[in-house]
């Protein structure tokens, strides 16, 4: 519960801001067909993010060793630095649904090769890596994907203009930083578990 719970909760604050949520509201704007878009975000996120976790896992299982364990928690450290430099989009760059592939496809290779090396993908190795339990990393991060943009899809600029980004920003890389301090501590011994 605990690997569901943290995946989604940083990367739903961690995706605030970011590029695949402006990519969000930008289809939203465009193309007006809610259901199409959200159903293309869940499909590339769950591919995209049981890639990444898949790959945390793989990496976690492998490099079982103190020194990885603190580049996983230096990764979340960095992950803290990230968050806090602001995602643009050019929005008038032409964006129009392939006549063959519509707004689904659209929607779903867009957000796929977005997310490519984004920061909530990067976090999503580096959860894969810290928990080990696949199923619920990728179910968190997809979740917390969904949390984000689907109010982005539906609000759209309506919700740009009232959400303070920059809170959302700064909180999710306060979360980032916790983590990855409390890795460092664990891993120091400061921390006795029952």
């Known amino acids: 519960m605990e690997a569901?719970?943290?995946?989604?909760?940083?990367?739903?604050?961690?995706e605030m801001g970011d590029k695949t949520q402006l990519l969000a509201m930008l289809l939203?704007?465009?193309?007006?067909?809610?259901a199409p878009i959200i159903l293309g975000i869940f499909v590339a996120t769950l591919?995209?993010?049981?890639?990444?976790?898949?790959?945390?896992?793989?990496?976690?299982?492998?490099?079982?060793r103190p020194w990885f364990?603190?580049?996983?928690?230096?990764s979340f450290i960095a992950m803290a630095a990230w968050t806090l430099v602001?995602?643009?989009i050019d929005e008038d760059?032409?964006?129009a649904a392939p006549s063959r592939a519509g707004v689904f496809a659209t929607t779903l290779i867009a957000f796929f090769l977005?997310?490519?090396g984004d920061k909530t993908q990067v976090a999503t190795v580096a959860l894969g890596a810290r928990f080990g339990d696949l199923l619920a990393v990728t179910a968190g991060t997809t979740l917390g994907m969904m949390i984000a943009n689907l109010p982005a899809v539906l609000f759209g600029e309506a919700l740009a203009r009232r959400v303070p980004m920059r809170a959302l920003q700064m909180g999710a890389a306060l979360l980032f930083l916790l983590l990855g301090l409390w890795m460092i501590v664990d891993l120091q011994g400061w921390i006795t578990r029952p």
Request: glycine share 4%; no cysteine.
């Open 28 to 34: 939203a704007t465009r193309f007006r067909k809610s």
């Open 114 to 116: 977005l997310e490519m």
């Open 4 to 14: 569901l719970l943290t995946s989604t909760a940083l990367v739903a604050l961690a």
């Open 86 to 88: 602001p995602d643009r």
């Open 47 to 64: 591919a995209n993010h049981f890639l990444a976790a898949s790959l945390g896992h793989a990496v976690a299982g492998v490099l079982d």
């Open 93 to 95: 760059a032409p964006l």
């Open 69 to 74: 364990r603190y580049a996983v928690a230096l």
